[in-house]
């Protein structure tokens, strides 16, 4: 069994940084695919960020694609967020989310591992 416990998240104003993490306990470092997203209230939940395990290639879909970057440090089982020039509609919770699969056989609705969620608020 995977568990996943984010931390990192709080208030931060529009155009700062901040980095999320996601500790990673049990057989976790066996997913191929480690990943955050988020969910805004009354929005649907969307991915932000995905990392490979297995070559470390990365993907950005959505519209934070230049502001973020994902990277794992297997040493520690973590992977982490780097938010930059927040804006005030990042607003959210953000989750991270692990499956054996690779990240492009994935979809949100059947992802295996996720964690509770950390906040994230952005004020202008």
């Known amino acids: 069994q995977v568990q996943l416990v984010e931390s990192g998240g709080g208030s931060v104003q529009a155009g700062g940084s901040l980095r999320l993490s996601c500790a990673a306990f049990?057989?976790?470092?066996?997913?191929?695919?480690m990943a955050w997203f988020r969910q805004a209230p009354g929005k649907e939940r969307e991915g932000v960020a995905f990392?490979?395990?297995?070559?470390?290639?990365?993907m950005y879909p959505g519209s934070m694609r230049g502001r973020v970057t994902i990277f794992r440090d297997n040493a520690k089982n973590t992977v982490y967020l780097q938010m930059n020039s927040v804006k005030p509609e990042d607003t959210a919770m953000y989750y991270c989310?692990?499956?054996?699969?690779?990240?492009?056989?994935?979809?949100?609705?059947?992802?295996?591992?996720w964690g509770q969620g950390t906040q994230v608020t952005v004020s202008s």
């Open positions: 049990g057989y976790a470092y066996s997913t191929d695919c």
């Open positions: 989310a692990a499956d054996p699969r690779p990240c492009n056989a994935i979809q949100t609705s059947d992802i295996k591992y």
């Open positions: 990392i490979y395990n297995s070559d470390r290639n990365q």
